[in-house]
C-alpha cells in the first residue's frame, strides 16, 4: 500500500516541476528547485480558484488538465511573489 502513495507523491512533484518550468517559460524564472516550489503552490492555488469559480477546462486528460491547472497557479504564484518583493 506505500507504494502507491510514494508513487503519488512523485506524480504529484513531477506535474509540479512541469507546471513550475511552463510557468517560467511565460513569466520567467528557473532553477528546479524554483519550478518545484512554484509548480506544487500553483497546483493548490489553481485547484482552489478553478473550484471556487467553478472553470472547467473541458480537458478529459486527468494528467494534461492538472499540469493546466498547476501551470495557471503557478503563473499566478509568482506574479504575486514579484508584487510582493
Not at 7 to 18: D, E, K, N, P, T
Not at 67 to 78: F, L, P, R, Y
Request: proline share 0%; glycine share 18%; hydrophobic share 55%.
Amino acid at each position: 500500500m506505500g507504494g502507491n502513495n510514494n508513487r503519488a507523491i512523485l506524480v504529484f512533484l513531477g506535474i509540479g516541476i512541469v507546471a513550475g518550468f511552463l510557468a517560467s517559460l511565460i513569466v520567467g524564472g528557473g532553477g528546479l528547485i524554483t519550478y518545484l516550489i512554484s509548480g506544487v503552490i500553483g497546483s493548490f492555488v489553481g485547484g482552489y480558484l478553478f473550484t471556487a469559480l467553478r472553470i472547467d477546462l473541458g480537458i478529459r486528460n486527468d494528467l494534461v488538465r492538472q499540469i493546466v491547472t498547476s501551470t495557471v497557479g503557478a503563473i499566478i504564484v509568482v506574479i504575486l511573489a514579484r508584487l510582493i518583493a
